[in-house]
């Protein structure tokens, strides 16, 4: 008896489930002044939020900038996916990210503002322009982005000065192909029963006209 190789494209395609694990992941890292230092990551059909908080001082008049250095990975294979959750905080968040599609996609967001929050008799003096910063994964072609985002800020009164509290912030989202559950792979070895006891039977009777 002679043991056949299968083809590749054969056992690819009997496997089915092995084609299904993804590689759909969004993941930040933002760095900054006042020891900012944060990471965000998703790999799975989730959505997480993380921030940070940085104290601002501003003077009647002063015109404040603080810059930070981001890294931000976003890739998705296209395969379908189901959204599951989603967590967002819309009061904080300006943008939770894109609807379902029934397919793959990963997002990242980075927003730097004023922690609205606050609350007191002076926030009408503090000019606010914010810094946001969006990302979104194009299927089968894995993004790496790395740059800068200015926040400025303005105290427009002539007298009061201001302590600001800013709040730096992640978002990231991801619509995850599932891993296939273990019976799958039982279902994919039934799959190769038939081709195997095919086989079989040709070599048994290639066997026996060569005797």
């Not at 969006?134 to 427009?156: E, I």
Request: hydrophobic share 40%; charged share 15%; glycine share 6%.
């Amino acid at each position: 008896m002679r043991f056949r190789f299968w083809p590749t494209a054969l056992l690819a395609a009997t496997l089915s489930p092995a084609a299904a694990l993804a590689a759909a992941h969004a993941d930040i890292t933002i760095t900054g002044p006042g020891d900012v230092d944060l990471s965000l990551a998703v790999d799975t059909n989730t959505a997480r939020f993380t921030y940070q908080f940085l104290t601002v001082d501003f003077d009647p008049l002063q015109t404040v900038t603080r810059t930070f250095s981001y890294t931000v990975r976003v890739a998705d294979d296209g395969l379908p996916a189901t959204r599951t959750t989603t967590t967002c905080t819309p009061d904080y968040l300006s943008d939770c990210g894109p609807p379902a599609t029934g397919f793959e996609q990963a997002y990242a967001l980075i927003e730097i503002g004023w922690d609205h929050r606050q609350v007191d008799q002076n926030d009408a003096f503090l000019s606010d322009a914010g810094a946001v910063q969006s990302f979104q994964s194009v299927t089968g072609s894995p993004q790496t982005f790395s740059g800068t985002l200015t926040y400025t800020g303005t105290d427009t009164s002539q007298f009061i000065p201001q302590e600001v509290t800013l709040q730096v912030m992640l978002f990231a989202l991801a619509d995850v192909s599932p891993v296939p559950e273990p019976e799958g792979w039982g279902l994919a070895a039934l799959g190769l029963l038939p081709l195997l006891a095919r086989a079989r039977r040709r070599d048994v009777s290639r066997s026996g006209h060569a005797s």
